[in-house]
């Protein structure tokens, strides 16, 4: 089994390489998810269903292959992040966060011998590429960033009554069929789970899919999670590391689904706008899965990303930031040039949405004691319930 020995703490990280070719993309993807995840971007790209399994040193560099539009052949390595899949599982909280979790990703690189390739992430592996980024910009030749935030509270979703009940059953999910069902609503829009493919929808198809890889890979272990919840959660960028992007040469690519329950849509805009003007926003008809809702359009994003790069375009030439406002919070994206009177109006809608953000995460926080409390009297109650002892009838 291909497996690399990261620097960090002795994780293990296993891999999958599939495809051969000069061009080299690294796939990283996000919270609680293992490389499989990844299937309608590795046969896009690569045309390959099937992993190469000989070790780095015996790849031989392949003709053409992949989507039209490349001129060459293109070879992909996904991977288990720590705490999910096959890699390691460190118990240790503090042994999660989107920096070492990038340092994972950059031993990789190194032991697969790329000296530069293209890095997609999605959703928290989106926080993880940018990290990547900023850690080594001469390792990258191009970025994108698939239903990013900007972690913190931006990872937490608009509250109401379905994400409240769609986070309820998440905590009470025991079973692979259980979380199957808490997945699927997540993941997708409506409209596209009840789209019929023959006599069945897609909800039907994919549950019975969700079910099987759920139950061959295994429920996440609790540390695991928790560990990658907490590198959601401390995620930030900061300003030098933004700069370094900006920088760097390399261009950005920001993919979003518009009904995306996840991660907003607002955030992204805003991570768009940070990183203009090497930063094009790609949104798209779908929710937090859109690579999987829209795969042609979402390789289509990312086949545009890699020839560009390979054409030198400029980042003048490639950014591009839509006008028109859509998502749900619409008054987080400004346009880049404003009057002064606009702009005061724009800090003022900004600060009352901010407030609005530590109101929502206010209530999360009491949800979660509430929670957690329910859960500690149960098992008091579980064991302080008295035993019935049968009567003796000697």
């Not at 061009?23 to 590795?42: E, F, N, Y």
């Not at 959703?123 to 001469?138: F, N, Q, R, V």
């Not at 995306?260 to 798209?284: F, G, N, T, W």
Request: charged share 20%; aromatic share 8%; with cysteine.
């Amino acid at each position: 089994m291909p497996f690399c020995d990261s620097s960090e703490n002795g994780t293990r990280i296993f891999y999958r390489r599939f495809g051969y070719g000069s061009t080299k993309v690294l796939l990283i993807i996000g919270l609680a998810a293992t490389h499989d995840s990844w299937g309608p971007q590795i046969k896009g790209l690569t045309g390959a269903v099937e992993p190469n399994d000989e070790e780095p040193e015996a790849a031989v560099i392949a003709g053409d292959g992949g989507l039209d539009g490349l001129q060459e052949g293109i070879e992909v390595c996904c991977f288990d992040n720590r705490g999910v899949g096959r890699s390691s599982v460190p118990a240790n909280k503090s042994e999660y966060s989107t920096t070492i979790m990038a340092k994972d990703a950059l031993a990789l690189l190194d032991h697969l011998g790329w000296r530069k390739a293209h890095v997609f992430g999605h959703s928290m592996g989106a926080m993880i590429a940018c990290k990547l980024a900023a850690l080594a910009p001469e390792r990258i030749c191009s970025l994108a960033l698939l239903n990013v935030t900007g972690g913190g509270f931006e990872c937490f979703p608009k509250i109401d009554r379905q994400m409240m009940s769609l986070a309820f059953r998440f905590l009470r999910a025991r079973t692979p069929e259980q979380r199957a069902l808490v997945d699927l609503e997540t993941h997708y829009t409506k409209e596209y789970l009840d789209e019929h493919v023959g006599s069945c929808t897609r909800r039907d198809i994919l549950y019975q899919e969700y079910v099987k890889a759920i139950s061959s890979s295994g429920m996440q272990s609790n540390c695991g999670f928790k560990g990658q919840v907490n590198a959601c959660w401390t995620h930030k960028m900061t300003s030098k590391e933004l700069d370094t992007i900006r920088s760097a040469g390399f261009l950005v690519s920001i993919i979003h689904g518009r009904y995306d329950i996840i991660a907003q849509l607002v955030h992204a805009r805003r991570l768009s706008e940070k990183l203009q003007p090497c930063a094009r926003m790609v949104e798209l008809h779908g929710g937090h899965l859109v690579s999987h809702e829209r795969p042609n359009e979402v390789n289509q994003a990312l086949i545009e990303l890699i020839n560009a790069s390979k054409s030198s375009v400029r980042p003048e030439e490639w950014s591009y930031l839509p006008e028109k406002q859509t998502g749900c919070m619409v008054m987080e994206a400004t346009p880049l040039s404003l009057s002064n009177t606009n702009n005061n109006v724009a800090t003022s809608l900004r600060t009352f949405y901010n407030l609005l953000g530590k109101l929502q995460l206010s209530f999360l926080y009491f949800v979660g004691i509430f929670m957690m409390g329910y859960e500690h009297m149960r098992s008091i109650f579980k064991t302080m319930k008295p035993v019935r002892v049968a009567t003796s009838n000697s």
